[in-house]
C-alpha cells in the first residue's frame, strides 16, 4: 500500500522534474507558460500541506516546528509572486526561480528525509490510513476547484493517484 505521504512524495518529484526542465532550459523569455503552470502547481500541493500536513504536524511536533515549514510556504509565495511580476529572462527573474528551487528541493528533502518518517512512526494505523484518504480527498477538491476556474496544469502532478497498483 506504500506510505500515507505517497501523494506528497509524488508531488514532490514532479515539481522537482518541472523545474529541472526549466532551469536547463537556455531560453527563459519564452517559458512564461511553463512558469506559470509550475507555479499553479506549487500552489496546490502547498495549499494540500497546509489544509492536511500541517494540522498532522502541529499535534505531533508542535507549534514551532509547523511554523519553520510555514516560513517556507510564505517565502515560497514571496518568491513565486515576484517571479510572475518579473519578465522572464530578466536577470532578477532568473535569480528568483532559482532561489525558489533552491527553496523548494531543501524543503522536500527536509520533509521527506525527517518530518514524514517522524510523523508516519508517531501515528498508529488507523490514523494513518485516515491521512492517506484526507489527502486524497482534499486533492481532488483542489483539483476540482482548479479547473472549475480553468487554470491549466493538467498534468502528471494533477492525475489520479492509484494507491492499488
Known sequence: MGSPFDILI???????????????DADFEDARGEVAELLE???LHSRLEERCFYPLLMQVEGRDRTLQEA???LTMRELMDELE???????EWQARLFALE???VAHFQEEENAILPRLAKALDPLQLDEIRRDLSATREELLARTQAFHIPGRGPLLESLRWDG
Not at 10 to 24: K, M
Not at 85 to 91: A, E, F, R, V
Request: aromatic share 4%; proline share 10%; no cysteine.
Open 41 to 43: 502547481l506549487l500552489r
Open 102 to 104: 533552491d527553496l523548494v
Open 85 to 91: 511580476d518579473l519578465p522572464p529572462g530578466h536577470p
Open 71 to 73: 516560513e517556507d510556504h
Open 10 to 24: 509524488e508531488q514532490h518529484r514532479e515539481l522537482e522534474e518541472r523545474f529541472e526542465r526549466l532551469v536547463s
